[in-house]
């Protein structure tokens, strides 16, 4: 029981030091931001888009290069090769065309 109660004790000091930082965040966020005009604020904006924009394309191409590692689709290749037998009636088959 007195475990409980000290981690409930411990939990609610943790989240109120966590809220008082978050506060004093915003706060700053907000004095610093409370000269910025309208035009100011659109280049802003843009530039967080032209960000994101950047981003995405660099993870697009991150996880391209990582799901087409050439070296082992050659490997699931050979493997996927050497499980199947080579049937001959089937090889004269597509070389007729049918």
């Known amino acids: 029981m007195i475990y409980a109660l000290s981690a409930l004790f411990l939990g609610f000091f943790a989240v109120l030091g966590l809220s008082l930082i978050a506060l004093a965040r915003?706060?700053?966020?907000?004095?610093?931001?409370?000269?910025?005009?309208?035009?100011?604020?659109?280049?802003?904006?843009?530039?967080?888009?032209?960000?994101?924009?950047?981003?995405?394309?660099?993870?697009?191409?991150?996880?391209?290069?990582?799901?087409?590692d050439p070296s082992a689709l050659l490997q699931q290749?050979?493997?996927a090769?050497?499980?199947?037998?080579?049937d001959d009636n089937n090889i004269t088959q597509i070389r007729k065309g049918g």
């Open 81 to 86: 090769q050497m499980a199947k037998p080579i």
């Open 77 to 79: 290749i050979a493997a």
């Open 26 to 68: 915003v706060g700053k966020f907000m004095a610093a931001s409370e000269n910025l005009d309208w035009e100011q604020i659109a280049n802003i904006t843009g530039d967080i888009g032209a960000l994101k924009k950047s981003v995405q394309r660099l993870n697009n191409r991150i996880n391209g290069m990582e799901a087409k």
